[in-house]
Structure formats: C-alpha cells, structure tokens
C-alpha cells in the first residue's frame, strides 16, 4: 500500500514528494539512512589493503550512482559538507597512497554535456 503527499517547504520553495509506504518509511528517511552509510564508509581508517579495496569499491558506488545520491531528491545541505569533508581527508591524509592506487592525480568534475546538466 503506497500513498504519495507532496508538501511545499516554505524555507527553500522546493516541492517535496513524500512516498508513504505501509510501515511509515519516507523518502527523506531513506535518503537520511543512505547518506550516513556514505560517509560511514568514507570515514573508516585505512590501515592495510583490504581497506583501501573497501574505500575503492565506496568511491566506485558513489560515482556510479552519483545521480541518486547527488540528486534533487536529497535535501541534507550538511551531507554535502561532511562528503566533501571526508573526500578532502582522502586527499589530506595520505596523497602517496592515493597516487598510488590511482596512478596519477585524478581531479572531480562534472562534465558540462552530462545529462543531469542539461536538465536544469
């Protein structure tokens, strides 16, 4: 049994669609629970290579599903400062052992002929 209510947030102006499942779960629920698990396994100490594969494998996911995790859907402003907080720890903590991995310096953008651009 699904039942969707949109509400207006009068703070930012966005319109918010709430999708209430049976058991109660919204989306920002979902959201909330998915953007403490990114940064719980972005936080985690890396101490031997198994954590870095477990590192590589966070940062593969969060590229890959960058649309839904970065999206419009997601509301946390403080999200966004803590990922690019635990990113620049990446980069802060250990550059040779990041270089290494990468084997060159690698910058993130967004290019400007992606798809999620052109929609705005």
Same mark, same amino acid.
């Given at each position: 049994?699904?039942?969707?209510? /949109?509400?207006?947030?009068?703070? @930012?102006?966005?319109?918010?669609?709430?999708?209430? =499942?049976?058991?109660?779960? #919204?989306?920002?629920?979902?959201?909330?629970?998915?953007?403490? @698990?990114?940064?719980?396994?972005?936080?985690?100490?890396?101490?031997? =290579? #198994?954590?870095?594969?477990?590192?590589?494998?966070?940062?593969?996911?969060? #590229? !890959?599903?960058?649309?839904?995790?970065?999206?419009?859907?997601?509301?946390?402003?403080?999200?966004?400062?803590?990922?690019?907080?635990?990113?620049?720890?990446? #980069?802060?903590?250990?550059? /040779?052992?990041?270089?290494? =991995?990468?084997?060159? !310096?690698?910058?993130?953008?967004?290019?400007?002929?992606?798809?999620?651009?052109?929609?705005?």
């Amino acid at each position: 049994m699904e039942e969707e209510k /949109e509400q207006s947030d009068n703070s @930012t102006g966005k319109r918010r669609v709430y999708v209430c =499942v049976a058991s109660g779960v #919204t989306l920002d629920s979902v959201y909330k629970s998915l953007n403490r @698990t990114v940064l719980y396994l972005l936080s985690r100490p890396i101490h031997n =290579v #198994t954590d870095q594969m477990a590192l590589l494998d966070a940062l593969h996911r969060l #590229t !890959s599903h960058r649309s839904l995790i970065l999206g419009p859907g997601n509301f946390d402003q403080q999200f966004i400062g803590c990922l690019c907080y635990c990113l620049m720890q990446l #980069t802060a903590d250990s550059p /040779e052992n990041i270089r290494s =991995v990468f084997h060159a !310096s690698r910058t993130w953008t967004l290019p400007a002929e992606c798809p999620e651009n052109l929609e705005n």
